[in-house]
Nanobody
Framework: QVQLVESGGGTVQSGRSLRLSCAAS????????MGWYRQPPGKQRELVAF???????TYADSVKGRFTISRDNAKNTVSLQMNSPKPDEAAVYYC????????WGQGTQVTVSS
């Protein structure tokens, strides 16, 4: 079984920075893709950023230039550096990892104050 545990959520002032982290644990050989998704209240879950096993990254257009995803393959972790978050980016942020199937973390709440 694989578990993903997120940390780093909380309240951040618009224009400041927040860093989310996610650690994968369990029995597996290799993690393929890892990513961050978010689900604002009353809306669908959406991709924020994704990084494949080779380090290739993909970002939602709305976060390009402000958010940075990174992963540490040795530690099975993925992080999301959020710079200058906006109030409408408040959401539950979920970590995702693709191994033989897709796994999700429990989510961490991010609140952005103006």
């Amino acid at each position: 079984q694989v578990q993903l545990v997120e940390s780093g959520g909380g309240t951040v002032q618009s224009g400041r920075s927040l860093r989310l982290s996610c650690a994968a644990s369990g029995t597996f050989f290799r993690i393929n893709g890892m990513g961050w998704y978010r689900q604002p209240p009353g809306k669908q879950r959406e991709l924020v950023a994704f990084v494949n096993s080779g380090g290739l990254t993909t970002y939602a257009d709305s976060v390009k230039g402000r958010f940075t995803i990174s992963r540490d393959n040795a530690k099975n972790t993925v992080s999301l550096q959020m710079n200058s978050p906006k109030p409408d980016e408040a959401a539950v942020y979920y970590c995702q990892a693709t191994i033989q199937t897709v796994y999700w973390g429990q989510g961490t709440q991010v609140t952005v104050s103006s």
